[in-house]
């Protein structure tokens, strides 16, 4: 379209599909669950900052968690209304095109 704009619904959906998929992995794969075992560290001082320090990025990763569910629920949202406007349109104009009675328009003589 040289003068509008083209929207691809297909990269919509799927962008939408891959937010999905990391917040999926973000969710099973907790960051608390780094900081492992006090021994681990053999510094039980170190080990509570670290167990610190992983719990306050635990909550970092929940809140963007929240924000990549919004972008992704608009995306679909976005799609969603995209498509259902096309099929307005496409319907529309295939009525006016394919009327069913009276003369062809294009068969007029000038």
């Given amino acids: 379209m040289p003068d509008g704009f083209e929207v691809d619904l297909t990269s919509l959906v799927r962008a939408a599909e891959g937010v999905n998929g990391v917040i999926t992995d ?11 075992q006090g021994a681990d560290y053999g510094d039980a001082g170190l080990a509570g900052v670290i167990a610190d320090f992983c719990g306050r990025w635990e909550i970092g990763v929940e809140h963007l968690t929240n924000d990549a ?9 976005s799609a ?13 104009l295939s009525g006016s095109l394919q009327e069913s009675t009276g003369t062809d328009p294009a068969a007029a003589a000038w």
Avoid at 27 to 33: I, L, P
Avoid at 80 to 92: F, G
């Fill in 80 to 92: 969603q209304t995209y498509a259902k406007a096309e099929h307005i349109n496409v319907s529309l």
């Fill in 69 to 77: 569910k919004q972008v992704a629920g608009r995306l679909t949202l």
């Fill in 26 to 36: 973000m969710q099973d794969n907790k960051v608390s669950g780094l900081s492992g």
